[in-house]
Each structure stands twice: as C-alpha cells, then as structure tokens.
C-alpha cells in the first residue's frame, strides 16, 4: 500500500466534492488502485468559514507555503480559480518537485508555457482532465486513445451556463436578459455573468483542447470569441422554421498548415448529435481521419463531477512512472509553421430588414453574388409597416466574403440585422 | 527511439487497417511517442490472396509457431476473431511473455479468465480497446476515467449491422426481413447475421463492459439475450406515436450486490441522447455515482476505427511499464457476492388484439392491476373485423410480474401481440 500526502490550494465547491468523494471511495480506491490518499494540509482564504463537508479544522490553513513548500506533501490539488495567485502558487509546487492537479481552465490556458517549463525542469507531473468540460474525460481520450490520429475538427458545447441559457431560450422563446436573470437566481450563472457569456471561460477550453488536437499550440489571443450577449429569441425561431438549433460552440479545425479556432454562437441541425445536448450538459464532437466522428457527453462542472475527473487525475499521475504528458511545444506562441486564419469557411444564416419595395431582393442577391456567395435557403414573410423581413442560409462561403457582401447589403433600404455562423457537420 | 517488434494474427479487413495506419501515421508515431513499430510477421490462411493493402509477401506465413513462438516478437496483434484458434494463439503468446492486443470480443468474453491468468502468470500485457465499439475509448474511460465512481448503470447501442436495420425500419416503416437483405447486398450485415441480430455480439460487448463497470465479473451466460428478428415495423410506428425510439439495448445495471445484465430491444423516449445514434454509429451512455450522467458516441465497426483503437492500444502498451490493467477476480463465475436477477424493473410497451365486445378493457386491466402494475398510456384503435388493438405503456414495474399479468392476459378473447421493455432513464 502506497500513501500519496495531498495538499489542497482552495476549498470551496470543487474541493469539498473532492473531499467528500476521496473519503467515500477511501476503501474502494484502496482495493483497486492500492494507495491512499492523506490530506494533510488545506489552503483557505479564511479558516473560520462554514463549509459543507466536515473538513478537520486542524487542516485549514491561510499560508500557501505550508502546502507549495512542505517536503512531505507529494501531490497539491489547486481548486482556487482564475489567473492569479492561482498561477503562482502552482508554479511554487512544481518548483518543489510535486505533482499538480488542478481544475483551472484559466490559468492553464494563459499560463501554460511556464507551468510545462516548471514541469519539465523539476520532473514534475502536471495533470488536467478536470480544466475542460468536468466529468468528460476529454483530455484524457486526446492524449491516450486518439494517438494515431489527425484530427481535423473539433467542436464542443463547453459552456454549462451559456448552454442553459440558449436552451431555455429555444424551449420557451424567451429572450436573453430574461433567461440570464433567472439562471442567476437558480445559481447557474454568476453574478457577473461576462466570463460566460462572452466566451471567455470557453476560449480558454478550447485553448487547451485544440492545443492538445492539434498537437500544436493554439494560444487564447488567437481565439476569434464572440458570445450570446446579442442572441434574439427571433433567430432562435426563425433557425428552429428551417431545422438548426442554436448553441454557443467552441469550433476548432485544421487543413494542413492552416488552423481556425473560434467561440460564437452556431446554428447546427436539429439531427446534429451536439442539438440534442441541453441544459448544462456538455458535449465534444470531433472527427479524426480514422476514428471518423466521435463525441463525448456528460457534466462538464458541479461538484461531484469535477472530483470525478480530479480523483481520476490523482490515480492516474500515482500509476505513471514518467510524469507529464504533454507532448507539443512548450510556448505561447503558435506553433512555427501554423497559421491562423480568420478567413474560415462555412454556411451562414442571415436576417435582413428590407423595404418592401421592388428590386431590394435583387440587389441582396446581386451584394452576395459579387463576393461568390450563393443561397441555399430563402425566407421572406409579409411586410409589416413597409419593412420585410428576409431569412436567408448561404452554401458554404468564406467569413470575409459574408463580412463585405453584408457591409455593402446594409444601406438605407437594407438593415443587417442579424448573422449567424452555421455548421453542417 | 524503441523499437517494438510486431506479429499479425490474422489480416483481414481490421489487420489491413492496421496495416495502413501503423504505415501512414510511422512519422508522427515516432515524433509524439518515440517509438516504432515493426512488423514482422504475419499469419494468414493463404499467403496468395489479394489483399487491399501492399502488405510484403514476406512477412506472410501459415504457420503460427512464427508468430506466437518467435523470440524476436514482442507484440502480438490478434484479428481473427472467433473463440478458436484465436483463444489458443493468445494464450501462447502471452505464455511466451508478449504484449497482445485483440480486437476479438468473442474469445475474450469467453475466456477472460484463462487468458488473464497466463497474461498475470508470465507478466504479460493483454489489451483489448478495439474489442467493443471500434474507436470508442469505452474501456480506457472506464478503467482510466471512472475509477472514482460507483456505476450504477449503463446502456449501450454496441452493435452497428442491428442498429443499422433498427434506424432503417423507424426512417422507412420497412419490415425486417427487406431491410436485412438490404443490409446484406450493402455488405453491412453477414451472409448469416445471427450472432448480430440475435444479440450474441451486443452481449459479448456486454459481459466486457459491465464486467468493468461494476469490477465484478459478469459472465457472458448471465445474460439476458433478445435480438431483433421478431421486430415488426407496427411496434415502432406505435412506439413513434407515444414518443419512443426502439434501439437493441446493451443494459447492466447495479443495486448494492444485484445485478441485471440484458440485450434486448428497448423503447427509449426520442429525448434521450441514445435515440438520436442512428445508422452504423455506436453509444454507451452511462450513470456513475459522482460522474452522473455520460455518453461516448463513435463509430463502433469498420477498418479505420477499429486500427485508430488498436494502435492506441499498443502505444498505450509501451507506455507504461507495468503491464496488464485489468482489477476485478479472474473468473468466469459470477463474482461472489453477487447475484444476476431476471426480474429487472422497467416500463413495459404492451401491444394487444382484442375482440371488441363489452369487459374486455376491464379485463385487461384488471389482470395488469391484480400484479400491481399500473398504466401510464393506452392508446386503443378503431375496431377492425371485431378486433382493436391495443397499445399500452406500464409504470415502473417487474419483468416477472408483467409476464404473469400477460399469461393470464392472453386468451380467446385476447391475444398479447408483443411486449417491448421501455427505459426512461
């Protein structure tokens, strides 16, 4: 019987799941994996603080050196959140030679390069499947079972909020602002929702999960990221008429040297697997030239989830000999030879507010045929008070094409009122 | 740079893949793993058939010895499928101490133990990701991923040629037997499809999954096995009405030290992420105490797929330095302590033709009522020739109970038509 002595850095919802799940699993961890697991030292901003789990109060302590710097703590758990002392206090562990477990998203994606180096130079492990997408083990399936993969796109529902959000919205036509205050009510969403629904949170998953696909550093200031803050329940309806459902997705694909990598708001169709993924589940759909499509679906957050995917990171770092596995090059930097493009390919749906007045489809028409783009779907209702509105889905075309056709379109006769990227595969 | 020496039992369809991707993907094999793989020999029936791929004719053999037997091997790649030879070859090449990695899930749901045993006894490594569902990395995931979590239960669409037929008859309201013939002259099911569609490949798949997920040994003739032949397209169209899908379900589920493992056709409600699988693709979806709910959706069968599982597999194996992984007793018994029930609890879609005259409805239902099963739906049609049909769905309720109920049901004036379990959840 091994015993592994475990520090904590932060213990509030992911720790105490952490807790609690290493304690009730205490004799079946014991049995299969043959180690135990002593929690010795628990970092908290405040000792005196009600927590759920019955954490000893003699663990608690508010000096992180007593974790990061005690010789006999072999693994730290880092469940504080955002980028700093986050970053930091990391750092300080690997420096000393422990194995890192953390569920930081943020400080991963914007600090991976010196956390790796840190890694790599003291011949620590540093571990990760609970960063993206909770319970789903993404990160591991990447590494360990796609191998002998290319896999040329990725395309994930990483965000449990925003997809709460947009799900409530489709089942029940409401709109944004209403749907958001409610979330905040039940919890779901954050008083200061923007990390959410500006897609931060989920550039910085696809950040890792593209860097990891691609086996190439994709870092988050090269993410195009756009979130649902402007979503009308009005394209939700009219996308839901012509049998695509909206989801704020996290897309990523490669063709040779060139790489796209995105966050924003996407009309997939109704018989997509990622459409029927609702309420905070989360999903990852991507296609490798061999395994063909593949998609993983689960709890991407939540207390019991996340230490599902904490714990399997703990077992899995005590069965390995050789620490870290993360094979590309260390830098935030894209990898030599990549580029990023912003010019990336596919259908669009656009709605448009016209006068209704003779010529104004034609010069719609004639704006997007000028940049190559042709029409797959076409949707005009009656006019009201002299205006029209006109729905329309491109076949596949260029995002700077659309750009200039729709820059040209919008005029005194023509209002852009909406454009939405849609996804056919 | 290592370099592993590498055996083919076998080059079919799947060793031909292998045979591909291990050559395509050389290069970024030996970049990310640093390693290569060599192959060697191969064992075929005829070394003067055709094959796909330009596979040297000097590596064939007909002789096994020069796989199994040959020192210089330290890998062994079984393809043949079938309980023997297959079983045989294995176990002596993990008597000669060789990693082997198999996609065949008939032998080794058949013969775990034994095969585990010589693996454990001569220190040899015994893989097998490509046995169930293709690409799907189901048994990493299970072994690598879910170890914090107890599983309570998993359902899986494992078998693609079944799937296939099921997907086409709910599309087209096409029969069984013209939708299998279409499958046969398209290659996707076999000259003789017994073990597909009468539930002998789902329920070896089964007795592998479930064997992991509950870290007990649940042998192949535990289960409960229904294949699809007797599929009528009037069940499916009904099924549609009420909002149900038919899929032929793998089932395992646990309570405390009960089991119940079973392969039969199932309604599930058109909601649930496994009633959107159609057409060749495979889903487990699975419940973990802390996980909760997760779904691995690829596909499950074909070259490609398949190689992209096996190739994982042997990485996988040069990675790590201990080898073999698998926890629970080696047995082909029922781990003790455990018991396998028939009398699982689900809902029940119960298809009647009735005379129709007056008592009859309360005759039914007084015959469900006096087993303690309650109807949640009851569809009853117009009366044809002096006969309506109907069609009912169950509460919760107990297999045992609704066969009795259906035996004292069935009669003169009552013919029970068909029952189909339904899983909610």
Redesign the interface.
């Known amino acids: 019987m091994r015993t592994v002595s475990v520090g904590f850095l932060g213990c509030g919802n992911i720790g105490c799941g952490v807790w609690k799940?290493l304690n009730e699993?205490k004799d079946?961890?014991r049995h299969?994996?043959n180690v135990e697991f002593d929690i010795r030292r628990i970092l908290v901003r405040d000792v005196h603080k009600k927590r759920d789990q019955s954490v000893p109060q003699e663990l608690l302590t508010t000096d992180v050196a007593q974790v990061t710097d005690d010789p006999d703590l072999e693994m730290v758990l880092e469940f504080m959140g955002g980028e700093e002392p986050a970053t930091r206090y990391m750092l300080r562990a690997l420096e000393k030679g422990k194995t890192v477990v953390t569920a930081n998203k943020m400080a991963l994606a914007l600090n991976w390069d010196i956390l790796q180096d840190a890694a790599q130079k003291h011949g620590s492990g540093l571990y990760y499947?609970a960063a993206v997408c909770g319970?789903?083990?993404i990160i591991?399936?990447t590494i360990?079972?796609?191998?002998?993969?290319?896999i040329e796109a990725l395309m994930g529902i990483v965000n449990g909020t925003t997809n709460y959000i947009l799900s409530r919205m489709t089942q029940e036509g409401s709109d944004y602002e209403e749907v958001l205050k409610d979330a905040q009510r039940l919890g779901l969403a954050e008083p200061d929702p923007s990390s959410d629904v500006e897609g931060f949170d989920a550039a910085y998953k696809l950040s890792i999960l593209s860097s990891l696909a691609f086996?190439a550093r994709v870092p988050f200031d090269v993410i195009y990221r756009q979130g649902i803050t402007q979503v009308s329940a009005v394209d939700i309806a009219y996308g839901k008429q012509l049998g695509y459902t909206l989801k704020l997705l996290a897309i990523a694909k490669r063709d040779g040297h060139v790489i796209d990598a995105r966050v924003h708001p996407t009309f997939i169709p109704d018989?997509h697997?990622l459409a029927?993924?609702n309420g905070s589940?989360n999903a990852i759909f991507l296609h490798?030239?061999?395994?063909?499509?593949?998609?993983?679906?689960?709890?991407g957050a939540?207390s019991?989830?996340t230490?599902?995917?904490v714990?399997?990171d703990m077992?899995?770092a005590v069965?390995r000999?050789?620490p870290r596995y993360t094979?590309f090059m260390n830098s935030n930097m894209l990898a030599p030879g990549l580029m990023v493009t912003d010019d990336w390919h596919c259908s669009f749906y656009i709605r448009l507010n016209a006068s209704d007045q003779p010529g104004v489809l034609a010069y719609i028409t004639a704006c997007l045929g000028n940049e190559g783009i042709s029409i797959r779907n076409l949707m005009q209702r009656d006019a009201v008070n002299g205006h029209a509105q006109i729905v329309l889905i491109t076949h596949d075309a260029g995002e700077c094409a659309v750009r200039k056709a729709l820059s040209a379109i919008d005029s005194q006769d023509v209002r852009v009122e909406s454009m939405i990227r849609v996804e056919a595969n």
Do not use: K, W
């Open positions: 799940l699993f079946d961890i299969r994996a499947e319970a789903i083990p591991r399936t360990d079972s796609l191998q002998a993969n290319r086996h018989s697997p029927s993924v589940f490798g030239h061999a395994c063909d499509d593949m998609m993983l679906f689960g709890r939540g019991a989830p230490a599902s995917a714990v399997s077992l899995y069965s000999t050789e094979t």
